[in-house]
């Protein structure tokens, strides 16, 4: 079990998912790929839930491929993470993400 510390708290995390932040360049430029949620319409990166015998690092290259219709090669490290509520749960849940290079 992980732990998310918040400001004045401390949390269990029961809840995980995997994303990639799709990036390219282009000549000095560095561009980042967002995608938007259904509902609400908020910025976001393509995220999901852990998939059955697949590692966290295949999880996010395949979210990324199914939201974005993105390829690439997925990066080595955990470069982030962030905590996001889901409607109807106690407990956060906990967002890790790898940098992905598009082609």
Known sequence: MQFVLGLWEVRRVKFKQFAALPFRTREDDLE??????????R???P???PIK???PHETAVIEA???AGVR?????KQIGR?????KGKSSPC???FKSFRSR
């Open 32 to 41: 980042i790929l967002l995608i938007t949620t259904r509902k609400k319409r």
């Open 43 to 45: 910025w976001s990166v």
């Open 53 to 55: 015998r697949t590692a």
């Open 47 to 49: 995220k999901g839930w």
């Open 94 to 96: 906990c967002v890790k």
């Open 72 to 76: 690439g090669a997925i990066g080595e």
């Open 65 to 67: 491929y199914e939201e």
């Open 82 to 86: 962030f905590r996001k509520r889901i």
